[in-house]
C-alpha cells in the first residue's frame, strides 16, 4: 500500500472522527486534496486511491497537471486556491472547474468573460479575510455583500460559498470563533441572495480542521498530511 494512500485513509478517519464529535454526516464534508508542487506522480497515486477533488495554486502548473490527466481520468475535479493575477484570468476559466480565491470585481468579470461558452459556470468563492490582517488576501466582511450581489450577476459563473485562510491560532477556541464568524457571513449572504445556491464552505487545513468541520465546513484542503512536506525549487 502507498503512503499516499495511506495518508487518505488516515485524513479520511480524521474528517470522520470531527464529523461524530460534532453530529454531522461524513458525507458533508468534501477532502480537497492540495497537490500545488507535487509531481504528477504523487497526484496519479492519490487517483489510484480514489480521490477525485485536487487544488492547485500556481497556474501554469495546475494547467500542466490538468491536462497531463484529461484523457485518462476526465472525472477529476480541478480547484484553483491560489492569489489571482489579471494576466492569468484566461488559463484559470479555461481549465479549472472552481476558483476559491475571488476578492475583486475586476477578477470575476474577467473570469466571466473568459470562461468559454461550451464548459458550464465555472463556480466561485469569495475569499474573506476573516482575521482583517492587512498582509492577508481576501475581502473584508463589510465589503462582502456589495461584492457577492455584483458577482451573482455574471453570466458565467456560479457564485457557491466562501473560503477563508484565518490568522494561524494554536488553540481551538480562537480557531472556531474565526470558523463560525465565515459560516454567520455565508448565512447572512444566503438571506440577502435567495436565488444563489451558498453551500459550499472552503475552510480548515491539518492544524484546524476539527474546528472548522464543527463550524459547519464543507471542504477541508489538506495537503502536507497527504502529500508530505511541499517541494519547492
Known sequence: MSSIRQNLEKVTREI??????????????????????????????AIAAGQRAFGENYVQEGVEKIQHFAAHSPSLIWHFIGPIQSNKTRLIADHFDWVHSVDRLKIARRLSEQRPEHLPPLKILLQVNTSGEASKSGVDFDELAALATEIATLPNLALRGLMSIPEKA????????AFTALAQARDA????????????????????????????????RIGTAIFGARNYD
Open 189 to 220: 449572504l444566503q438571506q440577502q441572495l435567495p436565488d444563489t445556491t451558498l453551500d459550499t464552505l472552503s475552510m480548515g487545513m491539518s492544524g484546524d480542521m476539527d474546528a472548522a468541520i464543527a463550524a459547519g465546513s464543507t471542504m477541508v
Open 16 to 45: 470522520r472522527t470531527a464529523c461524530d464529535k460534532c453530529g454531522r454526516d461524513t458525507d458533508s464534508v468534501q477532502l480537497l486534496a492540495v497537490s500545488k508542487t507535487k509531481p504528477i506522480s504523487a497526484i496519479a497515486d
Open 170 to 177: 494554536d488553540d481551538y477556541a480562537s480557531q472556531l470563533a
